[in-house]
């Protein structure tokens, strides 16, 4: 295990998947990431990439090969170097090497550079690409927050909070793919109540977002988290059936469409990379 540390904010990390595991505040005495329990869900915050949600068939089809990526991709399943630390700040690396090769037919550099700030922490997905022809790819982020229930609070007293949507617009999943049915949720002053309900039919997919920072708070203290992102065309809200945590998950890249043709080239949101060229995305946690 891992581990950044500042006045404020401890973070915890494993090389697998570069996965962030733990972020606690010492002034709060509080743990902001899902504790990772298998019997819900046994993750924290994987790292989606090179696709993000499902293939149809869990393949696509490049240059007239059929290849097969399981839902949200490799890398979440993969050991990074750690390529540079501090006591505030730790760079992950993965390249591409005969495996990934053989299920994804590009050259990579895929960097993880997570920051302690004052209050939380900053993570910076950063993609390079190392050949002469284009890379495609899609690359998103999972974290899982916990939902601290107890005599005093139960996961409905617990809402999510936009600041910039009035109601909310999402994709249904169908079998792991994108429907083209929507439906609506209207918000109360930009809030959105939680309940485990929300997430029995898997995860909300917005494609319309219009938000760069949603909070989550309770009713009964004044402690919460601030999540900020900026650029990201799609984003997720997700829980495990019945588990006291919620996934706030931006993305560039979505799963398939019911429709879709399977060629990797016309997929939603792929994006292509130029040989030679850099590409980076971040968001943040705020915690109080």
């Not at 219009?210 to 989550?216: A, G, H, T, V």
């Amino acid at each position: 295990m891992l581990k950044l540390e500042n006045k404020t904010i401890t973070a915890s990390f494993s090389a697998k998947g570069a996965e962030l595991q733990s972020v606690y505040n010492k002034e709060t005495q509080q743990e902001y990431l899902w504790e990772g329990d298998p019997t819900f869900w046994g993750k924290f915050s994987p790292i989606l990439f090179p696709i993000v949600g499902g293939l149809k068939g869990n393949t696509y089809l490049f240059n007239d090969q059929k290849y097969e990526l399981p839902r949200h991709g490799f890398a979440r399943d993969l050991v990074f170097e750690v390529e540079k630390s501090s006591n505030h700040e730790i760079t992950f690396l993965l390249k591409h090497d005969p495996y990934t090769l053989s299920v994804y037919p590009f050259e990579f550099e895929l960097r993880l550079h997570y920051e302690l700030t004052e209050t939380g922490l900053r993570c910076s997905y950063r993609v390079y690409n190392p050949a002469n022809e284009p890379l495609l790819f899609s690359i998103g982020g999972h974290p899982a927050f916990a939902i601290h229930v107890n005599a005093d609070l139960k996961y409905e007293d617990y809402y999510l909070s936009f600041n910039r949507d009035e109601q909310l617009v999402y994709h249904k999943i169908n079998q792991n793919l994108i429907d083209d049915e929507t439906l609506t949720i209207p918000l109360q002053e930009g809030t959105l109540p939680l309940k485990h309900e929300l997430f029995y039919e898997d995860a909300l997919v917005f494609k319309s977002l219009k938000s760069n920072m949603i909070r989550i708070k309770n009713k009964n203290n004044n402690q919460g988290l601030d999540f900020s992102f900026d650029s990201f065309p799609f984003f997720g809200i997700w829980a495990a059936r019945d588990a006291n945590f919620v996934c706030l998950e931006p993305w560039c890249g979505i799963a398939d469409g019911i429709h879709h043709d399977q060629q990797l080239t016309e997929k939603e949101g792929i994006i292509s990379l130029s040989g030679d060229e850099h590409w980076s995305r971040s968001w943040e946690i705020s915690t109080y």
